[in-house]
């Protein structure tokens, strides 16, 4: 840890009021060039405690920059890791207050929900197919709190990943009755189709992310508890979103899932 104790807390404050009040800010790596990766994860940590410490529940987790299309548009090379608590959850069709996020976009993704646990290292393809009870979609809905969705990796760890809305729905299906690799996916924004991909565009197989979620955890002496759900990562490139847009994510043979602006 490059960090102090106190300055992580000042920056997990500072970035979860920048959610809570809908503010951009700077990159945070721009003032603290020498934070590791510790440093980054303690300070996502320190929002979820805050968020705990208000009576906020885990509802899951999420794996992003999954996908090259992602990886590219955002100038990054690795995944990261994120927490999904219930203030992020919208149910299907819900419409979503723009006036609470600074510049949302929307992400197809897979959603996976475990009936059992998953731990690494070790953990593979196999494993998590084992220990999903059943996948649907999903639509992310990414809100940076940095000032033109600019970041470096350790800044989107620190600022859980952008996370801030999700809805799942559609279809669940049983995993061995779905090739999680050739699944088809259409985003829809207003009737029009605006990003397409498969499923293998997520590391080869979307199960591949939820393996290395577990890997992470596993090297942090964490594990993925039974009945999480988690978001496998966008499978294209983030959409842009404004008040009085429609979202639908049709995944083949799932159903689709869709969002409303305003
Ligand atoms: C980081 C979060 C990425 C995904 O699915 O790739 C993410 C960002 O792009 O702001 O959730
Ligand atoms: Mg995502």
Redesign the pocket.
């Known amino acids: 840890m490059a960090l102090a104790q106190d300055t992580i807390a000042q920056l997990a404050e500072h970035l979860e009021n920048c959610q809570l009040q809908t503010k951009d800010t700077p990159k945070i790596t721009d003032a603290h060039p020498d934070m590791d990766w510790d440093d980054a994860y303690a300070i996502q940590d320190a929002i979820l405690a805050r968020k705990l410490a208000r009576g906020a529940r885990v509802v899951g987790l999420?794996?992003?920059?999954?996908?090259h299309a992602?990886?590219r548009?955002?100038g990054?090379t690795d995944?990261?890791f994120?927490f999904l608590v219930d203030e992020y959850v919208v149910s299907e069709g819900a419409t979503v207050n723009t006036a609470e996020l600074i510049h949302p976009?929307v992400?197809p993704?897979i959603a996976f929900v475990l009936k059992h646990a998953l731990k690494g290292p070790g953990c593979h393809i196999g494993a998590v197919l084992a220990a999903t009870d059943f996948v649907m979609p999903g639509i992310?809905v990414?809100?940076?709190r940095?000032r033109d969705?600019k970041?470096d990796l350790k800044s989107?760890v620190a600022?859980n990943?952008?996370?801030s809305r999700f809805v799942v729905g559609g279809r669940a299906m049983r995993p061995e009755d779905v090739d999680l690799r050739t699944v088809g996916i259409v985003l829809e924004k207003n009737g029009e189709p605006v990003a397409l991909g498969a499923g293998a565009a997520v590391l080869g197989h979307p199960a591949a992310a939820i393996a290395m979620l577990a890997n992470h955890l596993g090297r942090r002496g964490q594990e993925i508890p039974a009945g999480s759900l988690i978001?496998?990562?966008?499978?294209t490139e983030?959409v842009a979103v404004a008040a009085g847009d429609s979202v639908c994510l049709r995944v083949q043979g799932m159903g689709s899932v869709s969002l409303r602006f305003a």
């Open positions: 999420k794996a992003g920059l999954t996908s992602k990886m548009q955002m990054v995944p990261v994120g976009k992400e993704e992310e990414i809100d940076s940095y969705f970041f989107v600022d990943t952008s996370a978001l496998s990562g966008g499978a983030a």
